[in-house]
């Protein structure tokens, strides 16, 4: 249940997912040059199940997979998650 996006570098961050106790905020990133995974930026929210977009810009949109069906973005250039607020 997790998702995957391709960053600008050629890299892939894997988003979220679920284990035994339930949904993760952890993601990964892959880079296909090493074959190895590394830890990356935690979400602001567990998620399972969600999807994953990558804007024209870069940013990654990642959204639902929650109780709430909130949104994130997730910035390359500051390697942080930040919650959208609900209009």
């Known amino acids: 249940d997790h998702s995957a ?7 892939v ?4 997912g679920r284990d035994a106790s339930g949904s993760l905020a952890s993601t990964e990133i892959y880079d ?7 830890a990356g930026p935690s979400l602001t929210t567990p998620r399972s199940g969600h ?7 870069g940013i ?3 959204a639902g997979g929650d109780a709430n069906g909130s949104a994130e973005i997730y910035d390359p250039l500051t ?8 209009c």
Do not use: E, H, W, Y
């Open 32 to 38: 296909p040059s090493t074959a190895a995974f590394v």
């Open 13 to 16: 961050l894997i988003i979220g």
């Open 60 to 62: 990654i949109l990642i």
């Open 51 to 57: 999807s994953a977009t990558v804007l024209p810009d």
């Open 79 to 86: 390697l942080n998650f930040s919650m959208l607020s609900q």
């Open 5 to 11: 996006a391709k960053l600008a570098d050629g890299r």
